[in-house]
Structures are given as structure tokens and as C-alpha cells.
């Protein structure tokens, strides 16, 4: 059983920046999962926001984020990171991490087997 919590969420005007942190607990190594950052705003529908292979070798990204936000994982601290800048009003949702079994990175929320309770990211105009 993989534990994931998020942290790092909060509120920050347009342009600004916030890291999201994502670590695992339990005896579990997230070395053993690919790694993805969700986010769902109200009203709408869970959508892809970057994910990153076991090794760090491979990198993806929602094209709305691309340039934006980095993606980083330290499997010596069981941890996983979302660098976000230049942040929009448009980014504004609940921010989830997740883990997935499958060797490659996935986009699709099925893929994924462990997820976290998510943390709230609000951008102010």
C-alpha cells in the first residue's frame, strides 16, 4: 500500500510561483511507480498535468502547462515535485499526486493506482 500526501498548495497572485511536494509513506519506495500530478477545478473534470518515468528519464506535460511547470521526483527522499511558475488565475484547482505501476508514464487517471488527498492551489487575478 503506497500513502501519498501533498503539500505546498496556497493561495498566490498571478505570476507567482508555488512548489508542490508530494511524499510517500509506508514501506514503499516510490522508485517502484512513475509518478503524476492531477488537478481537478469545480465543476470540471480531473486532467493531466505532468508526470515523470521511475528513472527520471522521461518527462510530459499538459501543452496548458508546458514551459511552466517542472515535474521532479528524489527517490532517495521518497519524494516527488511540481515546480509551478508564472502561475494563472487558470490554474486554479485542487492539485493531486498519484503513482502508477505501468513501466512507462501514463496521462490517463486509470493508469494510476495510488493517489493522494490533494492539495488546494488558488491564483488570484
Known amino acids: 500500500q503506497v500513502q501519498l500526501v501533498e503539500s505546498g498548495g496556497g493561495l498566490v497572485q498571478a505570476g507567482g510561483s508555488l512548489r508542490l511536494s508530494c511524499a510517500a509513506s509506508?514501506?514503499?519506495?516510490?522508485?517502484?511507480?512513475?509518478m503524476g500530478w492531477f488537478r481537478q477545478a469545480p465543476g470540471k473534470e480531473r486532467e493531466f498535468v505532468a508526470a515523470v518515468s521511475r528513472n527520471s528519464k522521461n518527462t510530459d506535460y499538459a501543452d496548458s502547462v508546458k514551459g511552466r511547470f517542472t515535474i521532479s521526483r528524489d527517490n532517495a527522499k521518497n519524494t516527488v515535485y511540481l515546480q509551478m511558475n508564472s502561475l494563472k488565475p487558470e490554474d486554479t484547482a485542487v492539485y493531486s499526486c498519484?503513482?502508477?505501476?505501468?513501466?512507462?508514464?501514463?496521462?490517463?487517471?486509470?493508469?494510476?493506482?495510488?493517489w493522494g488527498q490533494g492539495t488546494q492551489v488558488t491564483v488570484s487575478s
Open positions: 509506508g514501506r514503499t519506495f516510490i522508485s517502484n511507480y512513475a
Open positions: 498519484a503513482a502508477s505501476l505501468r513501466l512507462g508514464i501514463s496521462l490517463i487517471p486509470s493508469s494510476y493506482n495510488y
